[in-house]
């Protein structure tokens, strides 16, 4: 036996008597992964266990590991702001339309009250962003859009669509989470397959978003959600300007979590030896979340 960081950058223990007879695939906080039985180093209502994969359950919570900040590996979206505003700019365009009296297109934001227009144009204005919103005829229209570039800033994209559709889920000063509900109907369903792409994009680098179809009458609410603390404390920074969180509540826990987990390893006796120095050591150096099924 030995513990290791696996394909799926989860931190398991190989066993090799656990017999190899069936594939368990499971999504956890929107994650995918694959694998054959084996044992898994997880964490459930605070404490550190040891489980077959086969028996991974609901409210448990596998322990990825990476070996960079997401800060560090993507540095545009931190420093420019250009770069950024591409990413928003595309978001404030989902929905489009073509006004035949005047030969352009307009941008518009389905079901949007008089109340929610006035609380987003507030927003605009305390952030670095030009655009308003306007009652008219044809509905709630977006103005102060521009051309994109060629290459937009995904999580500009999303904190786009966060000041659009989104919701800030904290609690006092600290974040918890945001949700996103995106109104789809019609022929705007077909706009399910590239968010659905660009949140595998943020996931291949370690930023974790989980997506849920929920239908209603009008069509379909496609739900955005994510305590991922990398990602909070990005759009956090961004919207300092309209409200300041002192606190990423799932940082916190992850922090400790880690030290109950490293501790756990180096003192269990079911810990196998084997790899165990070098595990220690990347738990230490590098970047751990607790991804929950």
């Known amino acids: 036996m030995k513990i290791e960081i696996d394909k799926n950058n989860l931190l398991t223990i190989a066993n090799e008597n656990i017999p190899q007879t069936?594939?368990?695939?499971?999504q956890v906080s929107g994650y995918t992964f694959s694998d054959f039985d084996k044992w898994m180093i997880v964490v459930h209502k605070k404490e550190v266990k040891?489980?077959?994969?086969?028996?991974?359950?609901?409210?448990?919570s596998v322990v990825y590991i990476k070996d960079q900040e997401f800060k560090k590996l993507c540095t545009p979206f931190q420093n420019s702001e250009e770069y950024k505003?591409?990413?928003i700019n595309t978001a404030m365009k989902m929905f489009q339309w073509f006004d035949e009296e005047i030969g352009k297109k307009y941008y518009f934001i389905p079901w949007l009250g008089e109340v929610q227009q006035q609380e987003k144009n507030t927003i605009f204005k305390k952030l670095w962003i030009a655009?308003?919103?306007?009652k008219t005829p044809k509905g709630m229209i977006l103005s102060g859009i521009e051309d994109d570039a060629n290459e937009i800033s995904l999580l500009g994209?999303?904190?786009g669509l966060m000041l659009i559709y989104g919701k800030w889920e904290?609690?006092?000063?600290?974040?918890?989470?945001?949700k996103i509900q995106i109104p789809l109907a019609g022929h705007y369903l077909a706009y399910e397959e590239d968010l659905d792409v660009r949140i595998d994009m943020l996931q291949r680098r370690g930023i974790f978003l989980k997506a849920d179809k929920l239908p209603n009458k009008n069509g379909m609410v496609y739900q955005i959600?994510?305590?991922?603390?990398?990602?909070?404390?990005?759009?956090?920074?961004?919207?300092q300007a309209v409200e300041k969180f002192e606190k990423i509540t799932k940082?916190?826990?992850?922090?400790?979590?880690?030290i109950a987990v490293i501790e756990f390893i180096e003192t269990n006796p079911e810990i196998p030896e084997e790899w165990k120095a070098e595990v220690l050591k990347q738990m230490k150096e590098w970047v751990i979340k607790l991804l929950t099924k």
């Open 131 to 134: 655009y308003s919103i306007e």
């Open 170 to 178: 904290d609690k006092g000063d600290a974040l918890n989470s945001i």
């Open 251 to 258: 940082h916190e826990f992850t922090q400790e979590m880690k």
């Open 85 to 87: 505003k591409t990413g």
């Open 50 to 60: 040891i489980i077959n994969l086969k028996n991974l359950g609901d409210t448990m």
């Open 225 to 239: 959600s994510s305590n991922d603390y990398e990602l909070l404390e990005i759009f956090a920074q961004w919207y």
């Open 157 to 159: 994209y999303f904190f």
């Open 22 to 26: 069936k594939e368990y695939t499971y």
